[in-house]
């Protein structure tokens, strides 16, 4: 039902940080440069984890009042394990401003259970010392001391967060520098991409620290072809 990468792949981009996926996604010009990653609102509570990776699972929470459609948490947690794993958990939180924290050490540990490496949200999250503890990843918007009225509305729907629509199945790679999604058609070939443009911003580090630098020696390489 749902799309994956192989192995090899995955193990792959697990390694490799935020901005050169970017870059990369760039170098295909396979959408425009502003779309395709969550907006600096989210950000990333634990900056010292190494990067996330996983299949997103998709849901809506509140928490300003009582009332209004609670999905069962049985239901939810169904939903998770029909998504291969690992999962990266996408909760848009519908109340503006948002209040309450669904996410805490509860929650972290029963989603850490269930498979999931982290969330992102545009909601708040709390409990912050224990969740660190457990290596889950917190994107958030902000932290909030309590829970509230906090529940669920909707799961498996498209959500925005951040400016990026995330659907149920959707590969999602997070780090210190934010959220971006990955297509599936470019994923086998964004490692080579890296190095490709790795490779290319040394050569202008590489003039840049050198004992020797001269304008003339930066205006020469920078004639040599962008790759992104």
């Known amino acids: 039902m749902y799309q994956t990468i192989s192995d090899e792949t995955f193990a792959a981009l697990q390694q490799i940080d935020g901005p050169s996926i970017c870059n990369a996604i760039e170098g295909f010009n396979y959408r425009s440069k502003a779309e395709g990653f969550m907006g600096p609102e989210i950000r990333s509570i634990y900056s010292d984890l190494p990067p996330a990776l996983g299949y997103a699972v998709t849901g809506v929470v509140s928490s300003v009042r009582p009332e209004g459609r609670n999905v069962a948490r049985e239901e939810w947690w169904d939903l998770i394990a029909s998504v291969p794993g690992p999962r990266f958990i996408i909760?848009?939180?519908?109340?503006n401003p948002p209040l309450g924290a669904y996410w805490g050490e509860v929650q972290g540990n029963i989603h850490k259970a269930l498979g999931a490496v982290g969330v992102a949200t545009d909601g708040t999250v709390r409990d912050l010392d224990e969740v660190r503890g457990l290596g889950f990843h917190f994107f958030a918007k902000d932290?909030?001391?309590?829970?509230?009225?906090?529940?669920?509305?909707?799961?498996?729907?498209?959500?925005?967060?951040?400016?990026?629509?995330?659907?149920?199945?959707?590969?999602?790679?997070?780090?210190k520098h934010g959220v971006s999604h990955i297509p599936f058609e470019l994923a086998d070939l964004i490692?080579?991409?890296?190095?490709?443009?790795?490779d290319y911003e040394a050569k202008t580090i590489s003039v840049c620290q050198s004992p020797d630098f001269s304008m003339d020696a930066l205006k020469e390489v920078a004639k040599i072809t962008r790759p992104y």
């Not at 909760?91 to 109340?95: K, T």
């Not at 829970?147 to 498209?158: D, K, M, N, Y």
């Not at 490692?191 to 790795?198: D, N, S, T």
Request: contains cysteine.
């Open 91 to 95: 909760l848009h939180d519908m109340d």
């Open 191 to 198: 490692p080579a991409k890296v190095q490709e443009i790795a």
């Open 143 to 175: 932290i909030c001391v309590s829970h509230a009225f906090t529940h669920l509305v909707e799961i498996g729907i498209p959500v925005t967060i951040g400016g990026l629509t995330v659907n149920t199945g959707d590969l999602i790679h997070g780090d």
